[in-house]
């Protein structure tokens, strides 16, 4: 971008360039809904007209939240790896989820964000899925609920973004690990392709795939939540944000995806918690994402028993009983049992069982952006 296409503005006592005449540099957050709806990107606004913002003080002084995101697109490939593997990447106050005794999800995540409150930006992400703050259930039952209810909760290990503003609102604002970096991120019915450059301008994380086939949802529709945990301060938050899912598709051990792992921050840390199968490959086309701002939490586990016997999926006294694989069993049959309990969770919905803490259908996301 040119100079002369850029302003300065402070943000929490650093400078940084945001585009001239673009949504921030025009409203500072206090955007236009009217405005946003004529543009040609956006279907609509209807999303966020129900999500009134607040002005609330933070680590970057006052600021308006939620952050609104009018056209978002998303790739996320979900992998199994061993528990031990990813315990030595996470603070020891989280654990992993587990989809089987010993496994847990690592993810990989690409997002580009036509639309939003700080203007357009890309980002990529290494994350892990853990277990909810405070949570003293079985792992696998938290691991059900989380799919009943649509709201995963994730710890991120990498989160570059290609904006000066992206990286210091997420980083000192939100406490994720951000950096600017080259970054891009290309989605569309067709394909999927994603690159993150390294400090060399060599290749951090590359990704290259076919779109799944699509599905549309209208507004409301699908949302989803994810709850993300980060340390500000010396302590512990949750960071909430909400996905409208409005074209969506997803493929199962998908075929043909080529994720080239080079050198880097990112590659760092996917290489560690030592993937051993890709079990899901998620492509949102078009969504829009509300994402709030951290608030405190309190973190640590209570111990829990054994994996694997009955699990409790909604406030009835109904309960479903299932016994994930062994440890032993191969990543496929693991992947399986993820699955599993999808479908389990689907069902406890679909029998009229309702689920715990169900967030209202506009009252989550892919990843904090």
Not at 4 to 20: A, Y
Not at 97 to 113: D, K
Not at 342 to 362: D, F, N, V
């Amino acid at each position: 971008m040119a100079v002369q296409d850029v302003v300065e503005v402070d943000l929490g006592g650093h400078l940084v360039t945001v585009p001239k005449g673009g949504l921030y540099d025009r409203f500072r957050m206090r955007t236009d809904l009217d405005e946003v709806e004529r543009d040609p990107q956006v279907s609509s606004v209807g999303f966020f007209r129900k999500l009134p913002k607040t002005e609330v003080n933070s680590a970057i002084g006052p600021t308006l939240t939620p952050n609104f995101y009018y056209r978002i697109s998303t790739a996320r490939l979900v992998m199994l790896a061993r528990s031990r593997d990813i315990r030595s990447r996470l603070p020891k106050a989280l654990a992993p989820l587990e989809v089987a005794p010993g496994v847990g999800i690592v993810s990989v995540m690409f997002f580009r964000y036509d639309v939003c409150d700080i203007d357009f930006y890309t980002e990529a992400a290494v994350g892990v899925a853990v277990r909810p703050a405070r949570h003293g259930k079985l792992g696998f039952a938290d691991l059900a609920s989380s799919l009943a209810n649509d709201h995963l909760h994730s710890y991120v290990l990498s989160l570059p973004v290609s904006t000066q503003i992206a990286q210091v609102r997420g980083h000192d604002g939100y406490g994720f690990p951000k950096w600017v970096t080259e970054l891009d991120v290309s989605i569309d019915a067709e394909r999927t392709v994603a690159r993150v450059g390294n400090d060399s301008g060599g290749v951090d994380l590359a990704l290259s795939a076919r779109t799944p086939a699509q599905a549309k949802y209208g507004t409301g529709e699908r949302v989803s939540t994810l709850t993300s945990y980060t340390s500000l301060g010396g302590a512990w938050h949750s960071t909430m944000s909400q996905t409208n899912v409005l074209s969506a598709g997803s493929v199962r051990f998908p075929r043909g995806v080529d994720l080239e792992i080079g050198q880097g921050r990112m590659a760092d840390d996917l290489r560690v918690p030592k993937p051993i199968k890709t079990i899901q490959f998620d492509v949102v086309t078009e969504g829009q994402l509300a994402l709030h701002m951290p608030v405190p939490v309190s973190v640590g586990f209570k111990a829990a028993g054994p994996v694997g016997v009955d699990m409790w999926v909604g406030r009835s006294s109904r309960f479903l009983t299932m016994s994930p694989p062994p440890m032993c069993a191969s990543p496929r049959v693991v992947g399986r049992a993820y699955y599993a309990a999808r479908l389990s969770a689907s069902c406890a919905i679909s029998q009229g069982r309702p689920s715990r803490s169900a967030p209202e259908s506009l009252a989550t996301a892919s990843a904090p952006r």
